[in-house]
């Protein structure tokens, strides 16, 4: 059964940098791809960041230049390094996962994310 587990976040001024990480008990090398979305209060969620099986990383815009989303088979984690925060930052960061084995889209799974999701940790940018 895929659990996924964040942690990382936190309370950080503006210009500074967090980096989040979502750990699995086994399933996420197995999983085609992975995001990292995000919710902000009375916004909708939206994606952040994915990557896929060939390591190829799609970001939004808004974000582009200052998160690095990363993963790593070995020790089952998926990370997201966020860098020159700020206040729009602000939200409940989710990691999410496709199906093991099954084929995704990386831009497809951006805008919906997939089967798994974990419990969120919370990022607050202070400016």
């Known amino acids: 059964q895929v659990q996924l587990v964040e942690s990382g976040g936190g309370s950080v001024q503006a210009g500074g940098s967090l980096r989040l990480s979502c750990a699995d008990s086994?399933?996420?090398?197995?999983?085609?791809?992975m995001a990292w979305f995000r919710q902000a209060p009375g916004k909708e969620r939206e994606g952040v960041a994915v990557?896929?099986?060939?390591?190829?990383?799609i970001y939004v815009d808004s974000v582009k230049g200052r998160f690095t989303i990363s993963q790593d088979n070995a020790k089952n984690t998926l990370d997201l390094q966020m860098n020159s925060l700020k206040p729009e930052d602000t939200a409940m960061y989710y990691c999410?996962?496709?199906?093991?084995?099954?084929?995704?889209?990386?831009?497809?799974?951006?805008?919906?994310?997939?089967?798994?999701w974990g419990q969120g940790t919370q990022v607050t940018v202070v400016s």
């Open positions: 999410t996962a496709s199906q093991p084995f099954r084929y995704c889209s990386g831009s497809n799974f951006l805008l919906h994310g997939g089967n798994y």
């Open positions: 086994g399933y996420i090398s197995n999983s085609n791809c």
């Open positions: 990557i896929d099986s060939d390591g190829t990383a």
